[in-house]
């Protein structure tokens, strides 16, 4: 059964500083409801006037600045189905509840997808992923998110619940631009589903920040399967280099039948700067963006390779 709560704000309605971290100056109803199926209906109720609260890691910042004021927070921290990290034979699952430090002890995710562990490692520090969720990363739509490079390379599908049952949309397809994404003002991400790679597969990722706690400027992962020294597959995705995390087609498609020598590397290198688009923001420039951008594909895939190499 649904919990629900009316919070109100401290009267009179003052004008809050929006850097001061202890007021929420927002009027809302709080609902924690038990099941998927009792957020889609309040999401169906409300609209857009609601919002999903999991962490809470960027949704209470944004309504303590005041940059959102939802009228509804529903609360999926008690919905067990959203919460878990399952093996299913040919893939792995992932409730978009699951905390980022869940996925960083599962050995698992350290394993089988390692460009994963190595993002969710390299997010905040442990008291934020003690509380900020896979899910969340991604509804969030940031063209930075850490956890959506691994995830392209890996090629995962989102199921996606809604009043008219549920879907599968590959992670390609998710994201529309910043802070947009294929999700109905009626639907829920529900599960990541994470295929099982073909044997030989090993995966690296690489994060370029201002400093450890910061956005990404730049973040790459890659997905290598060799045989012989010539690469026989090669996924390669990028964020915070356009205005959705990408997947670097062309470079792929230049690298595929190649031994990984340095000249290929470089040449590959100098292809990822045609296939970004970034911009200059608080956190770098775009020709710093692009310059980076070959330089730490160029490393990830040598880091893949060596553990092809070393296993």
């Given at each position: 059964?649904?919990?629900?709560?009316?919070?109100?704000?401290?009267?009179?309605?003052?004008?809050?500083?929006?850097?001061?971290?202890r007021i929420l100056p927002v009027e809302f109803e709080y609902f924690e409801p038990r099941t998927v199926k009792e957020v889609v209906e309040l999401l169906s109720k409300y609209g857009s006037d609601a919002k999903i609260l999991a962490g809470g890691t960027?949704?209470?910042?944004?309504?303590?600045?005041?940059?959102?004021?939802?009228?509804?927070?529903?609360?999926?921290?008690?919905?067990?189905?959203?919460?878990?990290i399952e093996d299913r034979r040919d893939h792995l699952a992932i409730g978009a509840a699951t905390k980022l430090r869940e996925i960083e002890n599962s050995g698992i995710v350290r394993k089988k997808f390692t460009a994963l562990y190595e993002a969710v490692?390299?997010?905040?520090?442990?008291?934020?992923?003690?509380?900020?969720?896979?899910?969340?990363?991604?509804?969030?739509?940031?063209?930075?998110?850490?956890?959506?490079?691994?995830?392209?390379?890996?090629?995962?599908?989102?199921?996606?619940?809604?009043?008219?049952?549920?879907?599968?949309?590959?992670?390609?397809?998710?994201?529309?631009?910043?802070?947009?994404?294929?999700?109905?003002?009626?639907?829920?991400?529900?599960?990541?589903?994470?295929?099982?790679?073909?044997?030989?597969?090993?995966?690296?990722?690489?994060?370029?920040?201002?400093?450890?706690?910061?956005?990404?400027?730049?973040?790459?992962?890659?997905?290598?399967?060799?045989?012989?020294?010539?690469?026989?597959?090669?996924?390669?995705?990028?964020?915070?280099?356009?205005?959705?995390?990408?997947?670097?087609?062309?470079?792929?498609?230049?690298?595929?039948?190649?031994?990984?020598?340095?000249?290929?590397?470089?040449?590959?290198?100098?292809?990822?700067?045609?296939?970004?688009?970034?911009?200059?923001?608080?956190?770098?420039?775009?020709?710093?963006?692009?310059?980076?951008?070959?330089?730490?594909?160029?490393?990830?895939?040598?880091?893949?390779?060596?553990?092809?190499?070393?296993?």
């Amino acid at each position: 059964m649904t919990e629900r709560k009316f919070v109100k704000p401290l009267k009179p309605k003052v004008d809050v500083n929006k850097v001061n971290t202890r007021i929420l100056p927002v009027e809302f109803e709080y609902f924690e409801p038990r099941t998927v199926k009792e957020v889609v209906e309040l999401l169906s109720k409300y609209g857009s006037d609601a919002k999903i609260l999991a962490g809470g890691t960027d949704l209470i910042v944004r309504m303590k600045q005041r940059f959102i004021e939802p009228k509804y927070i529903v609360n999926i921290k008690k919905v067990k189905e959203l919460n878990f990290i399952e093996d299913r034979r040919d893939h792995l699952a992932i409730g978009a509840a699951t905390k980022l430090r869940e996925i960083e002890n599962s050995g698992i995710v350290r394993k089988k997808f390692t460009a994963l562990y190595e993002a969710v490692r390299s997010m905040a520090g442990v008291q934020i992923r003690n509380m900020a969720t896979i899910g969340g990363n991604l509804c969030n739509a940031s063209p930075a998110a850490d956890t959506a490079p691994p995830l392209l390379v890996f090629e995962a599908k989102l199921k996606i619940v809604g009043l008219d049952g549920e879907k599968l949309v590959p992670i390609s397809e998710f994201f529309l631009g910043p802070g947009k994404t294929v999700l109905k003002h009626n639907e829920v991400l529900a599960e990541i589903w994470i295929p099982y790679q073909p044997e030989g597969t090993e995966s690296a990722f690489i994060k370029i920040a201002r400093v450890a706690m910061d956005l990404a400027k730049v973040n790459v992962a890659v997905a290598l399967r060799t045989e012989g020294g010539v690469v026989k597959s090669v996924r390669i995705a990028l964020g915070a280099v356009a205005p959705t995390p990408i997947r670097a087609y062309k470079t792929e498609e230049f690298l595929t039948g190649k031994e990984l020598s340095e000249a290929v590397l470089e040449k590959a290198a100098e292809i990822v700067k045609t296939e970004v688009k970034p911009i200059t923001d608080i956190r770098s420039t775009a020709e710093y963006r692009r310059e980076v951008s070959g330089v730490i594909v160029k490393d990830a895939l040598l880091k893949a390779y060596e553990r092809i190499s070393g296993r």
